[in-house]
């Protein structure tokens, strides 16, 4: 037990416990401090793993917007950790490869132990997943020159069961992805849109790479 006193009280500021072990983070929900009383927080320490069989990209989104000279590209990465250990990522991380000549790279901030660092042709991921999901988002921009783009990319999570790719869709416009069924087109919050997804089995080959054609 630790006992924590004279901290700051109030809205201005929340607090989180984290408790590192065995190279994972364990931490708690994020609280305030009330003037008139305290908090008490219990963190249940979990065994840990480095078997990344039971790591699944649940669901990968690839989501392509264009932009003058240009595309914008957010991809997000929902992550299930099928086991009752936390999943310890291995301790340089899982290597993230991007396109080539991919710019302006961004990712989202998160308060659990999911950390994304720039590195080299992509990102490194470190940290852990918790048992359940866990949600990473990031994004980059691509040269647009001409009415034809080709983006390849490999998936670094060992298995996956659902992913999907999506695109604005100007007049004329085709989308296709290797091993995907046929792009179809449909409006979502006023936009025109361009998507398809691929739903693999445990009898289907692992998903290895993505291979996005966009033209006209």
Same mark, same amino acid.
């Given at each position: 037990?630790?006992?924590?006193?004279?901290?700051?009280?109030?809205?201005?500021?929340?607090?989180?416990?984290?408790?590192?072990?065995?190279?994972?983070?364990?931490?708690?929900?994020?609280?305030?401090?009330?003037?008139?009383?305290?908090?008490?927080?219990?963190?249940?320490?979990?065994?840990?793993?480095?078997?990344?069989?039971?790591?699944?990209?649940?669901?990968?989104?690839?989501?392509?917007?264009?932009? %003058? &000279? *240009? @595309?914008?590209?957010?991809? +997000?990465?929902? /992550?299930?950790?099928?086991?009752?250990? #936390?999943?310890?990522?291995?301790?340089?991380?899982?290597?993230?490869?991007?396109?080539?000549?991919?710019?302006?790279?961004?990712?989202?901030?998160?308060?659990?132990?999911?950390?994304?660092?720039?590195?080299?042709?992509?990102?490194?991921?470190?940290?852990?997943?918790? %048992? &359940? *999901? @866990?949600?990473?988002?990031? +994004?980059?921009? /691509?040269?647009?020159?001409?009415?034809? #783009?080709?983006?390849?990319?490999?998936?670094?999570?060992?298995?996956?069961?659902?992913?999907?790719?999506?695109?604005?869709?100007?007049?004329?416009?085709?989308?296709?992805?290797?091993?995907?069924?046929?792009?179809?087109?449909?409006?979502?919050?006023?936009?025109?849109?361009? &998507?398809?997804?691929?739903?693999?089995?445990?009898?289907?080959?692992?998903?290895?790479?993505?291979?996005?054609?966009?033209?006209?």
């Amino acid at each position: 037990i630790h006992v924590f006193t004279g901290l700051p009280t109030g809205s201005a500021q929340a607090y989180r416990v984290n408790v590192e072990r065995e190279g994972a983070s364990t931490s708690s929900t994020p609280f305030r401090l009330e003037v008139d009383r305290g908090q008490d927080v219990r963190v249940t320490l979990l065994p840990t793993t480095h078997d990344a069989r039971v790591l699944l990209q649940f669901l990968g989104v690839t989501a392509i917007e264009l932009k %003058p &000279g *240009r @595309v914008h590209v957010q991809q +997000a990465a929902e /992550l299930m950790n099928m086991s009752e250990s #936390l999943y310890v990522f291995p301790e340089r991380g899982l290597h993230v490869r991007l396109p080539a000549g991919h710019l302006a790279f961004q990712s989202a901030d998160v308060m659990t132990d999911q950390h994304i660092t720039p590195a080299g042709d992509g990102f490194d991921l470190t940290g852990s997943i918790p %048992p &359940g *999901r @866990v949600q990473l988002t990031w +994004a980059f921009d /691509l040269p647009l020159d001409g009415s034809e #783009l080709a983006i390849d990319q490999p998936i670094a999570f060992a298995q996956t069961y659902v992913y999907r790719v999506i695109s604005d869709a100007a007049d004329g416009m085709s989308l296709e992805v290797e091993g995907f069924p046929p792009a179809q087109r449909f409006d979502a919050d006023g936009r025109s849109l361009l &998507g398809t997804q691929s739903e693999r089995t445990p009898q289907d080959s692992p998903l290895r790479a993505l291979h996005i054609r966009l033209g006209g």
